[in-house]
């Protein structure tokens, strides 16, 4: 079962990590033409501030659980060192279950955001709704989830290996 679920987590924090740098490739190609088209053509193409700024929050909502998963996010490094293994796996379990929570309210919250912003046009895009840069929270939200369990289960702890 642990390996399995480890299995799943490790396809899912791969795939949240790809769309994470498929969308920082997107607003680095946009943010050219935008560049392109403002000074070299003399013709600003106002959509594309918006789809930079959307691939940003999505790429920063789906990099999220790669960096739960190696235990970069939220760490208590000196405790961790001090403390023998008993104390440490309690501190794991402290640190996922305050993740957890806050990765909740990050879910619960966002997910009412896109619901409520079916009904706004994104200024620039009248066709598109803010649902899809609001559904990058819950979404964001719970791939971060899945990524916190996979660290309780199978610790990583790359910071404190690279820390001085």
Known sequence: MKNTFLTFERYITGFSLFVACVMLAIAAALGMFQIITRFVLESPAEWTEVLIRFSLIWMVFMGIPYAFRQGAM????V???????????????????????????IIFVGWDYAV???VQSVIGLENVSMFWAYLAMPVGGVFAAIGIIGNLVDP?????????
């Open 156 to 164: 990583k702890r790359l910071e404190l290996d690279t820390a001085q």
């Open 79 to 105: 405790l961790y060192r001090w403390s023998n293994a008993h104390v440490k796996r309690m501190l794991d379990w402290m640190v996922a279950l305050a993740s957890l929570l806050l990765i909740a309210v």
């Open 74 to 77: 939220v760490s208590v490094d």
């Open 116 to 118: 409520r912003g079916k």
